[in-house]
């Protein structure tokens, strides 16, 4: 009767503790509405975030005309510093030219007047000699072409001193009219050059505002760019965050299914010891029912390990009934089954062949460091526990699992 109520006890605190939320704090609503947030937040960073990426291509695509703009330019500038460099030496190339002009000029002109002061003095040897008729003509001559072209006076003038006369003035009229043609060539080509500097300067101005601006679109890519990666990683972030939220959702999913499936093993569990106890009251108490060996199942072996439960622990025991310790209680149900395993818990982790948890079936046996127990499924346990709980119920999972033994089938 003791072991009844120790066995309805024990349903009734799993009962209650499975059919304690949670978390009192968090549920399934609560995680909704904080994903639902979580999803607008996180498509309004998304939005701003493409809104960043399409104004980053613009600034970059703007930029790109504009560097085509500079090389442009850059070529252009090229050009006129080449035509100012070219048009300074066709301005110095002149200016030698005019100073090799009036240096001929100046010999022309020297000539013309040693050959004018030879003449003087031959017109003067004429009039010395009587001939007054020079005197008049010198008087009144406009110039000494028109007095050599005078065909009476020609005659008395020395052949070769006319001739050379009008080559030297020939020649410095020549050389005046050469001079003042490369000067004029010279003043074109100051104004060509004023213009082409007047060129260059505008080039270099209108260059220093185009880097400019484009510096000015360098620092705007980079604060776009910066954004971006703001942006990006609140994305990265919010996800995060929407996984957690949907993990903690299929958390409490597990829990609420864990929960279902204790609730149902602690009941299944409570019917059977009450069962048993009404077996073994009606049969005076003392030895519990053993099912056939033959043809038995793993549900079969840990049903009938249920019926120990409020039994004593017992270190080195092996006694379903005066007590047992882990591995002996482990040991001693397979034996009702003709089963012969090891007597240490360490050796029973070598027992049978190892399955894995989410295939583990009730009589399994689930080894720990140290200790083992009995699989009822559903991720619940019967095992002799220590000297204060004896032989009692438990979850699967309260210590971590080394491995999964399965003995039968």
Known sequence: MRKGLAGLLIFISVFMLAGQPLSAARTREDIARDRDRAKQEQQNTQKQYDEAQGKLGDLEAEQEALQEEIEALDASLVEVIASVSLQEDLIAQTREAIQEAQEEYDEAKEREEAQYASMKKRIRYLYEKGESNYVEFLTKSTSWSEMINQAGYVEKLHEYDAKMLLRYIALKEEVALKKEQLEEQESELDAQLFELEEEKAAMEEMMAEKKDLSADYDNQIARVRQEAAVYKAQIKQQNAALAALQEEENAIIRAEEERRKAEEAARKAAENQSSENKTATSSGGGLKTVPPATGSTGADIAKYACQFVGNPYVAGG????????????????????GYSLPRSSTAQRSAGREVS??????????CYSGHVA??????????ASTAKTGIKYGYANYRPILTIRRIVG
């Not at 882990?326 to 001693?332: K, Q, T």
């Not at 948890?357 to 689930?366: E, K, N, S, V």
């Open 357 to 366: 948890y989410d295939q583990a079936q009730p009589g399994d046996i689930i």
């Open 318 to 337: 092996t006694s379903l009934t005066a007590g047992a310790d882990c591995s002996g209680f482990v040991m001693a149900v397979y034996k009702q089954y």
């Open 374 to 383: 009995i699989y009822l499924g559903g991720g619940r346990i019967v095992h």
